[in-house]
Nanobody, 129 residues
């Protein structure tokens, strides 16, 4: 079982940037697809971005395309979410999630909560306008 720990959240002004990190306890995360979700106050948790095992295939929700970038460093067991041009609507608790995946060539990118088994506890991102 893999444990995930998010870091990098904080308070930032609109237009600013933050870099979230997701550290995995597993000896290797090479076999895991990893994603980021967020939950704003009073709203359901929503998908933000995910990356396949190959570190190349990725997918973003429309509202963050062109502003957020997900990447992974399997050697360091780290997945990062670079968030630029932040908006007040990005304020939420951000969660890292992972799922063991070995039946594709590494290009499979899960996009729904049900496709992820392991979850971190989240990190707060607050964007002030």
């Amino acid at each position: 079982q893999v444990q995930l720990v998010e870091s990098g959240g904080g308070l930032v002004q609109a237009g600013g940037s933050l870099r979230l990190s997701c550290a995995a306890s597993e000896r290797t995360i090479n076999n895991y697809a990893v994603g980021w979700f967020r939950q704003a106050p009073g709203k359901e948790r929503e998908f933000v971005a995910a990356i396949g095992r190959n570190g190349i295939s990725s997918y973003y929700t429309d509202s963050v395309k062109g502003r957020f970038t997900i990447s992974r460093d399997n050697t360091r067991k780290l997945v990062t979410l670079q968030m630029n041009s932040l908006e007040s609507g990005d304020t939420a608790v951000y969660y890292c999630a992972a799922n063991l995946e070995f039946y594709s060539d590494g290009s499979y990118v899960p996009k729904t909560e049900g496709n992820f088994v392991y979850w971190g506890r989240g990190t707060q991102v607050t964007v002030s306008s």
